[in-house]
């Protein structure tokens, strides 16, 4: 009996170990971005910095003195900009520039310049935490969670990216995106693009009279174009290896979450953070059920996504089964935390979120649920009865692939 029974444990082992997902690792021209240059003309491919790969490497020389020593045990590089935010897109031509025209909204108005007093491709953390703010400023950035973690005038107190990751994408992605950065860095009042939450005259306008949009400083918003399509969850992983932040955001290109949120966010994860400055926030959309935007959902979408639900519940550690929303594509991360998750992601396709909670769970990290506005938007390039019956089967091997240690954190 128990020589059977450690045949069939050894043969699913080894199916797991066969159909499990094992992510490619990124091309040469994958670890590139191009922006536009202040003089409008588009910048040729410029390496991108990867956190990752310099955390890695000074991990191996702390395993020559602690042979023990895990990655996540090693101290992540110091943040350049305060928020960064990764937007995967596939083929989202027609809408990411509504959903940009928001972000750089809030993000400019919030965030503000992180280049004042420095170069266009560098950031120095102190000069910017020793120039004056006007007056208001201060309260703003408190309100809006941006005050360097325990007071700490180390981590920066301003400044945002956008990593614009093209997924393959076989459109004018790529163009609109930089088409996008020209007009609202050289242009001093570009014309508004209207996105899902605001009409072309409430841009800038606070929802009143004829709107303006945001100018933007040079840079500050990269394009990295992947040579092939690799789930949403590779997307989001690939732009998290190479942020500058002292927090990252992951947002979904169609604009249906509400990006001004992203301040909620900021303020619930600095409540959850722990002493290491580790903490998630996952933006929720579950106080909407029972909301028309539910309720006006076809009846298979209904039963599907309550069946996938009950499934995570069954599935997942106690931690992430307790989370309402695990597919929201609105998630906070602080710097801090990055180690202990964006190394150890196997999964690429919907199911990666879940993934994410998983190994924040299993690092200890806190993690809050926060409501925020979502709205449905045109467009959608999910699959309702395959993609969710992919995503079970997907959970069902993360989940095993964990536990049965095909997938380690080491």
Known sequence: MLVLLGGSIASLYILLYLVAPVP?????????YTTVLPDGSISDPQPLPCWLDNHVARKNLARRKQPSKLLADVPIAPAEVFMSVVVPAYNEERRLGGMLEEAVEFLQATYGDAHNGASSSSFSSSA??????????????VVNGVAPAGGSQASPARGWEILVVSDGSTDGTRDAALRFARDHQLEQYPVPVPGPWKTQQQQGSGGGG?????????????????????????AVVHGMRHVRGEYVV???????????????????????????????AIGS???LVGSEAVVKRSAIRNFLMHSFHLLLRLMTPPATSRIRDTQCGFKLFSRASLPYIVPYMHS??????????????????????VAIGWKEVMGSKLN???????????LAILRLAWTMGVYRRQ
């Open 24 to 32: 490619r690792p990124p091309r040469p021209s994958e670890k590139t």
């Open 128 to 141: 910017a935490a020793a120039q004056p703010s006007p007056q208001g400023a201060t309260q703003r950035r």
């Open 210 to 234: 004829r709107g303006k949009s945001t100018h933007i400083p040079h840079g500050a918003i990269r394009v990295v174009s992947l040579e092939a399509n690799r789930g949403k969850g590779g």
């Open 250 to 280: 992951f947002a979904d290109a169609d604009g249906a979450s509400r990006f001004e949120d992203l301040g909620k966010l900021v303020e619930g994860v600095k409540e959850a953070e722990d002493g290491a400055a580790r903490g998630v």
């Open 285 to 287: 959309r579950a106080h």
């Open 348 to 369: 690429e396709g919907w199911i990666f979120d879940v993934e994410m909670l998983m190994l924040a769970e299993l690092g200890g990290i806190p993690m809050v649920e």
């Open 384 to 394: 309702v009865l395959w993609d969710s019956l992919g995503m079970a089967w997907g």
